[in-house]
């Protein structure tokens, strides 16, 4: 069965350090994941995904992700924080196999909050 | 349309009393979800449809619960006797050839009082 762990529910970075939020799955096939990140009162948006090609990914506002299958990770990354990245950040799989519907399994969520 | 619509933004209804819950997909997208986002949680996927037809329903919580699908176009999710654990944010997502390509509306925020 396909489940995804975020292993930290509340992530606090100062504006202009490193973001880490980190995200371990279980797949019983060859997973696909994303990254989905939510501001507050707005909808969900796609930063990254992985399908099986490159295992570093490079998302949208300077986000990337590298998909390690030894360590079933897929922990998010950015060089270095700006305060609009004060967000809520779904890690995602995707079920796969032969009956693949599409269907996302959440995380449930790390709220990053960066300070000035 | 440009977007996955939804309607009403916001809901807020009585316990016991039965809602529907419109999702309008872009247009020529076959596949069509419907997934609930409690407060301070991640979504739960509820329904998919494939065209007009639901090949999973498996994340519907109890069978107050119903949608259908029309023209391949329009879906209705419908909870009937409301109760005040359904109080969640109810997003529809659709996409067209292949999975993961989704487009997520922005949601019916619904409060049952």
């Known amino acids: 069965a396909q489940s995804v762990t975020q292993l930290d529910s509340h992530v606090s970075v100062s504006e202009g350090t490193p973001v880490l939020l980190r995200c371990n799955y279980s797949s019983s096939y060859s997973p696909s994941l994303f990254w989905y990140v939510q501001h507050p009162n707005k909808g969900l948006q796609l930063l990254l995904k992985y399908t099986s090609a490159a295992t570093l990914v490079k998302g949208i506002n300077g986000f990337e992700a590298e998909f390690k299958k030894s360590e079933t990770s897929f922990h998010l990354t950015k060089p270095s924080a700006h305060m609009s990245d004060a967000a809520e950040y779904f890690c995602?799989?995707?079920?796969?196999?032969?009956?693949?519907?599409?269907?996302?399994?959440f995380g449930q969520g790390t709220t990053l909050q960066v300070k000035p | 349309g440009a977007g996955v619509s939804q309607s009403p933004s916001n809901k807020v209804t009585e316990k016991g009393k039965d809602v529907e819950l419109r999702c309008d997909p872009i247009s020529g997208h076959t596949a069509l979800y419907w997934y609930r986002q409690r407060l301070g949680q991640g979504l739960e996927f509820l329904i998919y449809?494939?065209?007009?037809?639901?090949?999973?329903k498996s994340g519907l919580p109890s069978d107050r619960f119903s949608a259908e699908r029309t023209g391949e176009s329009v879906s209705t999710l419908t909870i009937q006797r409301t109760q005040q654990e359904d109080s969640a944010v109810y997003l529809c997502a659709s996409h067209a050839t292949g999975p993961y390509g989704y487009t997520f509306g922005s949601g019916t925020r619904l409060t049952v009082v």
């Open positions: 995602v799989v995707g079920l796969g196999g032969s009956s693949n519907t599409g269907k996302l399994i």
């Open positions: 449809f494939q065209g007009n037809s639901a090949p999973d």
